[in-house]
């Protein structure tokens, strides 16, 4: 039986989509991650690209410099044939512009922190004991099949040492990866960001270094939803950590001015998921708990599919600006 950290018991729970057996009290959890047989109505089909289709993206140079770098690879004392396939080597190459040599040093030492660290068991113990201290949760998939981790600040008050948590959610969302689909994607509630909390600039470039240096070309989009002008600040601070492919990875969106989410999310995630996160903002926003343990659409999402939630965020603001 799943749980709330609230104490609420739920039915079983799909354990591939739950990180820990007790969710964070603020996580509403969307009625199509509550069973197998609605999972299976959103669940991306078990392959999406296939390794020869990846290659075929390749050009003739590059597949030359995958052949080589390949036979180096498997020729070194680490290599894991688990971890080294051919997808993981085409990443590797990827994220250093097909430079072999630079993307032997970077394989090499996330192989070495990979065993050393024993990463793939990595767990957040304090959310084992307490799933209210982080608020990282994967909510389904987008457009393209990318698993998507949502993230608040509000529901997620501990701010130290976040990388355990941040690091077994990667491994997370690379379980719920099908064949093909290499990237995921994060979206973050700002809501309760203080500069005095959360600014501490160490911390933030340590888990974007965590992602560049061990996690290469996985992160297709981070969505940075109500960023306050202190962050902007902070972000332009931290832009020397941070490399020119992340940085065109990172869009800011927001409730009430432009870019607006009621206009972006539609592009990016399926209705469904567009209109729980837009509800997901309001009470964030309002700081109500959920209503209940489980999310589930209200009459806003017609019979076409489309999400009606840009009119909610709509009345919404004209409410509070009366």
């Known amino acids: 039986m799943g749980s709330k950290g609230d104490g609420t018991t739920l039915d079983p729970l799909p354990a591939d989509f739950f990180l820990f057996p007790r969710q964070n009290e603020g996580f509403q959890i969307p009625y199509f991650l509550t069973s197998e047989e609605e999972a299976a109505k959103v669940r991306p089909p078990p392959v999406v690209k296939t390794l020869q289709q990846r290659l075929d993206e390749l050009s003739e140079k590059q597949r030359i410099v995958l052949a080589e770098f390949k036979v180096t690879v498997q020729g070194t004392e680490w290599y894991d044939e688990g971890m080294h396939d051919d997808w993981a080597l085409i990443r590797y190459l990827v994220a250093c512009d097909f430079k072999a040599k630079k993307s032997f040093e970077m394989l090499r030492n996330t ?3 990979w065993k050393e660290k024993d990463v793939a068991n990595w767990v957040c113990e304090k959310c084992l004991n ?7 949760q994967f909510v389904g998939w987008d457009l393209e099949h990318r698993p998507v981790c949502f993230m608040s600040m509000r529901w997620g008050p501990d ?4 990388i355990p948590h941040c690091v077994s959610a990667f491994n997370h969302l690379l379980q719920l990866m099908p064949v093909g689909v290499e990237k995921w994607v994060f979206v973050t ?3 309760t960001y203080s500069h005095m ?7 933030g470039t340590t888990v974007i270094k965590t992602i560049q240096n061990h996690f290469p070309e996985r992160l297709g989009m981070i969505i940075l939803v109500n960023a306050p002008s202190a962050f902007s600040f902070l972000w332009k601070l931290s832009s020397f950590a941070v490399d020119e492919k992340t940085k065109q990875k990172v869009v800011f969106w927001y409730t009430k001015s432009t870019p607006n989410v009621r206009n972006e999310f539609p592009k990016v995630f399926p ?11 309001d009470r964030s926003k309002a700081c109500k708990l959920p209503a209940s343990p489980v999310w589930y659409p209200k009459a806003d999402i017609g019979v076409d ?3 009606q939630c840009a009119h909610r965020l709509s009345a919404s603001s004209e409410q509070k600006s009366r």
């Open 111 to 113: 192989t070495k922190w």
């Open 130 to 136: 307490n799933p209210n201290r982080h608020m990282m």
């Open 159 to 162: 701010r130290s040492d976040p």
């Open 189 to 191: 509630d700002f809501e």
């Open 197 to 203: 909390k959360d600014s501490n600039l160490r911390v």
């Open 271 to 281: 209705p469904v998921l567009s209109s729980y996160l837009c509800d997901a903002y």
């Open 305 to 307: 599919g489309e999400t």
